[in-house]
DNA sequence: GTATTGATCTTCT
DNA sequence: GAAGATCAATACA
């Protein structure tokens, strides 16, 4: 289950998208629903959805999830036993699932992903976005109001 | 406990 | 040659 993630679009100096097209960021201005992977300080991956229409640029940073299934799986690839690290966190997130750069272009509807809207209606909260230096102003980290799962406020189990 | 830095790779200057 | 939408190990208080 998503409970942490982070918008970035054409406007936004910290964005990918924000100087054009380019060979890196191709899949962020693609059709919508496309994950757009990339490597992040050469060690992680970090995994977006792309949001909006074909050629504008923007997209949806994941940046945590809360763990419902498969726990033995993503514990294995992840090396570590505590649930409330397992993926919170971008680079957490896709070793938790598995996401590498091979995964970069497909649709987040198809093939081995799948994608739901909350059962329920859910309370989620804005803050200023992690990590980044450029416009860190912008309050548009979105995160699930309450949930022990998300990267900011490191969880203790 | 918080602060700092190394790991490691793609892209841009 | 430097920096980056990060993580985790190490250094210090």
Sequence with gaps: MIVETEAYEPTDPASHSFAGKKTRNATMFGAPGLLYVYRSYGIHWCANVVCCEEGVGAAVLLRALEPTDRLDVMRARRGL?????????????????????????????????????????????????????????????????????????????
């Design 81 to 157: 036993d505590d649930i409330g690290l397992l993926a919170a966190g971008p680079g957490r997130l896709t070793q938790a699932l598995d996401i590498s750069g091979a995964h970069d272009g497909l649709d987040i509807l198809t093939s081995p992903f799948t994608m739901r809207p909350p059962e329920a209606s859910v309370e989620v909260v804005a803050s200023p976005r992690v990590g980044i230096t450029l416009a860190a102003d912008r309050l548009w980290r979105y995160s699930l109001a309450g949930s022990s799962f998300v990267s900011r406020p490191r969880p203790r189990a």
